[in-house]
């Protein structure tokens, strides 16, 4: 009995010793919630929190004489993790890399692998999923694979190639103009760009036109339309006389009715999202920056808590491809045949994907078609179900029917003048029955009566309108995100990354959400573009990416592609180091500016921020202040215009250095332009209307303004006075 007793013990404590398991190794703590949920027991799920092992950040650590082969450590701060994750790996009896499914998500589970494989007995394979469901988890982990070399290399060619550019040209700009700044084979091409657009900007001066809308009646119905033709001919309406001859020649001639034509056109439903097209549709509609949208779609990747059940809302949120599984197919159709069975097409509706897609993952949508914007706005903050939401309508309408509209246009004649008037309407909604949040057309224009050729009709009111021709716009997240991949720089995972560097070495800011390049990115882009023009252009850049792809393919060894590289360059870079002239110094200025606080002269130096006054007995006297932007237009008043800022809310407002003396005050920053009538300086004004356009500050002046838009500038002007009148 007493041996039976010990062998059922032994047996009862062989049974409680725990099993080796599997362990899972993915990027993000958040997704490691997620993913360990749905697999259950056996399964330990960590987060390596991205790169484990990478490049030191002070050194070149690129050995140029040895294949250009980079030297990893640990990256700083990760010692401990990494420890806890040989560990783990120690005590599993399989180890799963779960990182990303990209380029940068291959070179992370290569590193792990290299640093577990010899800390553990365990065998090290490689998993890949496109989406965070349950069903798409346990399918990857029954499908393990090993990492892809190719992959890898193609990742680390383009890691190579970025830090040999940097580290080569970011010591030239130290030396020749300002110690602390960078540059980089993807941004200053960026910059390039919005430097060249802003030239555009600069050099474009509005020229004055005229617009003429007209009333017509037809019994109570009443209509606007607008002048396209006079006596056979475009009207070219240059000031406000040649507008109001026409109106004294035609406001009392009979107004009848010429053509009335019905059309019918057909909108078909756009694709779901890539990376880029997203990123567009979140600047545009939701006015989200690039870095904020990417940040929102990872939360709803790596899962929401919904209910009980946590669940990724989204496929992966970094791809160029317009295609869809057929299981995200017969989901969503089944929720439209539920809910819209008019609006389903007899057949699947497929999407080209773009020549120069990777085509590697899915396009972006939802994983469940189940999950409606509102069934589960509850559970989401406000800015994850606006972007979930045209995440959403964006796929589900792409498996819908087309719309039609119906457009009546009809041309009126008044004399000898003809003036068109159209209105549309939707016949039938197709896939605009799921659009709610995005900027669909009206359904219908505007309303008109029905009319008839040869019909007479009452004449009403005229509306001449004062307008500028606009100049090229500004590049914007949207434009330059669409920009970046129609000139095939970088990929969808990195313009965001673009966009972001350039504002935080403040190259560039943001007004009115656009991109502005500033005094210091102008100056860098010149010496780049200047000094490297076969490497800081779109081709080369282009060229590159299309390199990796051929490295990723086993079709190019990546050493070799850097090797052609870095030589040529290498002796550019030592030549335009010898020979380029420095600008240390030369950017400081002196000015006729006394300091007030030691009484020696103010000079004129470029900062971080921009141009700034400072002392020239500096270090013993820190005192410092703005740019003079330009001279107070007040009569009598020798002061400045400078920029300065509210006391309450810390708005930027232009005033006078006479201040309190004088209190002139403008809201628009002024540019080294003078007005040809008044002398007055000139202003950049923005609107969504009219985009960016010149103005004369002067309200009594009539350069480049109306009579409207000088009350407005007052009634502004007078807001920001009585908001800084304790303004120090």
């Not at 700009?173 to 980089?184: D, F, I």
Request: hydrophobic share 35%.
């Amino acid at each position: 009995m007493a041996e039976k007793e010990k062998k059922a013990k032994k047996t009862s404590k062989k049974s409680t010793k725990k099993e080796k398991g599997t362990l899972v190794i993915v990027e993000s703590p958040t997704k490691a919630k997620s993913i360990e949920h749905y697999l259950g027991a056996g399964y330990t799920v960590k987060a390596s929190v991205g790169h484990v092992i990478d490049l030191p950040k002070s050194r070149l650590a690129i050995d140029v004489e040895n294949n250009f082969q980079p030297e990893y450590i640990t990256v700083r701060g990760k010692a401990k993790l990494l420890k806890e994750l040989q560990k783990d790996a120690k005590n599993s009896k399989a180890v799963l890399l779960a990182s990303d499914n990209d380029r940068e998500g291959e070179a992370i589970a290569w590193h792990l692998n290299n640093a577990l494989k010899d800390k553990t007995d365990a065998k090290i394979q490689r998993i890949v999923f496109n989406e965070i469901t349950p069903a798409v988890i346990k399918e990857a982990v029954k499908n393990p694979r090993e990492i892809d070399e190719a992959k890898v290399n193609a990742q680390k060619a383009r890691r190579v190639m970025d830090r040999l550019v940097g580290y080569n040209l970011s010591p030239l700009l130290w030396k020749k103009v300002k110690n602390g700044l960078s540059a980089g084979r993807v941004q200053s091409v960026a910059l390039k760009l919005i430097c060249e657009r802003e030239k555009e900007v600069e050099d474009f001066i509005p020229e004055e036109y005229w617009s003429l809308d007209a009333d017509f009646q037809k019994g109570k119905s009443k209509f606007t339309a607008q002048l396209v033709q006079y006596k056979g001919t475009k009207p070219e309406l240059k000031n406000e006389d040649s507008v109001n001859a026409i109106i004294n020649e035609i406001q009392s001639s009979e107004c009848k009715v010429l053509d009335v034509k019905e059309t019918e056109k057909t909108v078909r439903p756009k694709a779901p999202f890539t990376t880029s097209k997203l990123q567009q549709a979140s600047a545009n509609r939701l006015g989200y920056t690039t870095r904020k949208t990417m940040q929102i779609a990872q939360q709803l990747y790596e899962g929401i808590q919904i209910g009980s059940t946590r669940v990724g809302l989204i496929t992966y949120m970094r791809t160029d491809s317009v295609r869809i599984s057929d299981t995200a197919i017969a989901d969503v159709r089944d929720w439209i045949q539920a809910n819209y069975p008019a609006d389903l097409p007899a057949e699947k509706i497929e999407y080209a994907v773009g020549k120069s897609a990777q085509d590697a993952h899915e396009a972006i949508r939802p994983t469940y078609t189940k999950y409606t914007p509102d069934s589960i706005k509850e559970y989401l903050t406000r800015d994850q179900f606006r972007l979930y939401s045209i995440i959403w309508e964006r796929f589900v309408s792409s498996q819908m029917n087309n719309a039609k509209s119906k457009t009546t246009s009809v041309d009126i004649q008044a004399g000898d003048a003809l003036f068109r008037v159209s209105s549309s309407k939707l016949s039938e909604k197709g896939f605009y029955n799921v659009i709610k949040t995005l900027s669909s057309k009206e359904e219908v224009t505007c309303s008109l009566p029905a009319l008839k050729v040869d019909e007479v009709l009452q004449s009403g009111t005229f509306y001449p309108e004062q307008h500028f021709t606009s100049g090229p716009a500004r590049y914007t997240d949207a434009s330059m995100v669409r920009t970046l991949e129609e000139k095939g720089i970088g990929r969808p995972s990195t313009y965001a990354t673009i966009i972001s560097v350039l504002l935080d070495r403040y190259y560039v800011t943001r007004n009115n959400k656009q991109l502005v390049p500033t005094v210091l990115g102008k100056i860098i882009c010149k010496i780049l573009v200047e000094s490297f023009p076969e490497v800081i252009n779109e081709q080369f850049t282009s060229d590159f990416e299309n390199d990796l792809d051929r490295v990723e393919q086993n079709k190019l060894v990546w050493n070799n592609l850097i090797g052609d590289f870095f030589g040529p360059f290498k002796k550019k870079v030592d030549s335009v180091m010898e020979k380029q002239e420095s600008l240390k110094g030369t950017l400081d200025e002196p000015t006729d500016e006394v300091c007030e606080k030691c009484g020696k002269p103010m000079v004129k130096k470029l900062g971080r921020f921009g141009y700034f006054l400072a002392c020239s007995g500096f270090p013993e006297c820190h005192n410092t202040k703005s740019v003079p932007l330009a001279k107070c237009p007040r009569e009598g008043c020798d002061g400045h215009i400078v920029e300065r800022k509210t006391k309450g809310r810390g708005k930027s407002f232009f005033g006078c250095t006479n201040y309190p003396k004088c209190n002139f005050i403008s809201h628009f920053k002024p540019i080294d332009v003078y007005c040809p009538k008044c002398g007055w300086f000139l202003v950049e004004k923005y609107d969504k209307k009219n985009g960016s356009y010149k103005n004369c500050i002067n309200p009594d002046c009539d350069y480049l303004h109306s009579a409207d838009e000088a009350l407005a500038l007052e009634a502004q002007d007078q807001a920001i006075a009585d908001d800084s009148k304790e303004n120090v």
